[in-house]
């Protein structure tokens, strides 16, 4: 064994598939893991893993107190935890991960799945966003070492902190084709129900297409979003799946017709992500319909799977129906994401994550 890896998270373990395939590829290489989660009666039950898996329950559910409950009983899980490195996943992680660390005299890693300041619920919120500007310009510099998800946010640390963070994309696993049975045409969205996803938009949109939707996920919103369909043109063509495993939603995927993935340009941290999402549309062998910032348009001009349209409901509406009316466009996204696949998968990208550890480790 190389040695022992211990990541903190503020979201439910069953649903991380970074964090899964992230442990994961760190096991086969050879070291211990351990992801903290966190746990309430709403967590999805865990499965069985090859890294250690575990959960702190909170009295809090959302909000300051959330957070402030957790980063406690995480610092004293951290502190009766033998590691040699201790990883922070986003900034609500970092304080707890870098004082448990400090005291034990162990290395530390960074994993920004997002430009936090920049999320909608922070930047919005001009108090919020400037205690964890605080907090990111404090621990950053103390990280031994940082990476996130795409070049651009990856450049924005840089600027501003003259920090090097390498670049792990929320690639996916290589998948193998699976023939199914053609039946009625769906659009599908998996991911969080949270606000600035376009879902909304997308909802509204479908009264108006000869296709259904299904939405796979749980989140803030979704009430919201259980209103909308109970308008009687809307309750046949939209289902919602809940919370589904990796292999339920690999099998919703296959049957689908076309990936939904659009945002709305809230922060920064929106307009320059790489959702994992289109990464699982593509190892289906599906178009996606994208919103055109930054990282979809340099990803579209080497992997032509992505079809672009803006955020209202009257584009989405005719971005559909040509994709619908125009079978020879749509063959040749499709085509072009079944090339992508052997490219852009977790194989390829795991790579360069296991040399940020054993580099990290050998430095000791």
């Not at 929320?170 to 084709?177: D, E, M, T």
């Not at 809230?266 to 289109?278: C, D, E, I, M, R």
Request: glycine share 4%; hydrophobic share 40%.
């Amino acid at each position: 064994m190389k040695g022992t890896i211990v990541f903190s998270i503020t979201n439910y373990i069953a649903g991380d598939q970074r964090m899964h395939r992230i442990c994961s590829a760190l096991v086969n290489d050879g070291f211990m893991v351990r992801l903290i989660g966190r746990k309430n009666k709403r967590s999805p039950i865990l499965s069985k893993y090859t890294f250690d898996a575990q959960e702190i329950s909170c009295f809090f559910r959302k909000g300051k107190f959330f957070y402030l409950e957790f980063n406690f009983r995480l610092f004293w899980r951290l502190l009766f935890t033998k590691a040699d490195i201790f990883g922070a996943v986003d900034l609500d992680t970092i304080l707890p991960v870098l004082s448990a660390a400090w005291l034990k005299r162990k290395k530390t890693t960074y994993d920004a799945h997002e430009y936090f300041t920049e999320v909608p619920e922070v930047y919005e919120r001009p108090v919020t966003k400037k205690i964890w500007k605080w907090v990111e310009r404090f621990a950053l510099p103390k990280i031994d070492a940082h990476y996130t998800v795409t070049e651009s946010i990856s450049g924005l640390f840089k600027e501003e902190y003259n920090l090097n963070f390498s670049v792990i994309r929320n690639v996916s696993p290589f998948k193998k084709n699976r023939s199914v049975a053609a039946g009625k045409k769906f659009i599908l969205y998996q991911g969080a129900l949270n606000t600035g996803r376009g879902l909304e938009q997308l909802i509204e949109a479908m009264a108006s297409l000869d296709l259904e939707l299904k939405i796979a996920g749980r989140g803030d919103v979704e009430k919201e979003l259980y209103a909308l369909v109970e308008k009687p043109e809307l309750r046949h063509k939209v289902t919602f799946l809940g919370f589904l495993n990796p292999d339920q939603l690999d099998e919703i995927a296959s049957q689908a017709f076309l990936g939904y993935n659009l945002l709305e340009n809230h922060g920064k941290s929106y307009f320059y992500s790489l959702a994992n999402k289109t990464f699982d549309y593509m190892q289906a062998g599906l178009p996606v319909l994208c919103c055109p910032f930054p990282e979809y348009q340099a990803l579209e001009k080497e992997h032509r799977f992505i079809y672009f349209t803006e955020l209202t409901v009257s584009d989405i509406i005719s971005s559909v129906n040509f994709l619908l009316n125009n079978p020879g466009d749509y063959n040749l996204l499709k085509k072009s994401a079944l090339d992508a696949k052997l490219l852009l998968n977790w194989e390829m990208e795991q790579v360069k994550l296991t040399r940020v550890y054993n580099d990290l480790l050998a430095a000791k």
